[in-house]
Every structure is written in structure tokens, then in C-alpha cells.
């Protein structure tokens, strides 16, 4: 269990969620959220990367990726939490709003207090992986010791 958590699923911290409106550059592309750069690196083929940018929603996004997923790249579940970190390292990188929340949090655990999902959140019970949350401390921990070089 975590100790005074910051918990993102929605409330003050929903910037740290992928569903949160903070558009994305991304290989010379526009994206809406970080849901849909998640979902597009799925695939490997241009018009599914495409469909996915082009969705009205993170929801439809990832929807779209749900329905497609026989098609995915083979290497995915290998690579997945990697893409992930980078896409996060962008949307910090990118809007300086999220950076400051991220050190506003100071040391304290990041949660994705998602009751549906117990990899990339905590899952029904509290004690799923937690991904997305480990994730963010490690991107705001490597912006901490950038920042004492």
C-alpha cells in the first residue's frame, strides 16, 4: 500500500492521465492525448497509426486499438512500458503545466487510481502493478537529477 498517495485518475492530478485533454507532438505528428500516441505505437501499419490519431477521444482511441488488437506489433507486451515512458518524458517536455505539477507532487507515490485496470493502475483491489504511477516517479526522479548537474 502507499503512503499518502496522489491518486490521478481524475481529480487535481487528471494531467497525469493519459485521458487528459494535453495535445501531443509526436513523430512530426499531432495528437490529442497521450491515449492516442499510446494506442497508435501499437501498430506498425501508417493508416491504423492514422485512424488512431484522427479519433474524436482518448475513449475512441483506445476503443479503436481494442477492436484491432489481433493486428498489433508482435514485440508489443516487450516494449509497451517503454513507449510509454518516452510518450510521458514528451507530454512533461512539452507542457510545462504538467512539469509543474509533476514537482509539485514532491516525493510522493503517484497512483492511477483506476478500479479497472491493475497493470497500468492499482486494479479493483488496491494492490495492482501500478505502471502508469511508477512510470511518472521515474520521469520526475530523472528530471530531479537533471536538474542537479
Known amino acids: 500500500m502507499y503512503e499518502n ?57 483506445y476503443t479503436y486499438a481494442q477492436e484491432h488488437k489481433p ?28 512539469l509543474k505539477k509533476l514537482l509539485e507532487s514532491v516525493d510522493r507515490p503517484l497512483v492511477e487510481d483506476s478500479w479497472r485496470d491493475d497493470f497500468w493502475g492499482w486494479g479493483p483491489n488496491k494492490d495492482g502493478v501500478n505502471m502508469l504511477g511508477k512510470l511518472w516517479m521515474e520521469v520526475r526522479d530523472e528530471i530531479r537529477a537533471e536538474e542537479h548537474l
Open 71 to 98: 493486428l498489433q506489433r508482435s514485440d508489443w507486451n516487450e516494449i509497451k512500458v517503454s513507449v510509454m515512458k518516452e510518450i510521458l518524458r514528451e507530454k512533461v517536455k512539452q507542457h510545462p503545466y504538467v
Open 5 to 61: 498517495p496522489i491518486c490521478f485518475y481524475e481529480h487535481e492530478y487528471y494531467v497525469f492521465s493519459n485521458f487528459s485533454s494535453f495535445m501531443l507532438s509526436w513523430k512530426g505528428k499531432d495528437y490529442m492525448t497521450s491515449e492516442h500516441v499510446y494506442h497508435s505505437e501499437r501498430f506498425n501499419e501508417e493508416e491504423r497509426k492514422e485512424a488512431i490519431r484522427s479519433r474524436r477521444s482518448a475513449h475512441d482511441a
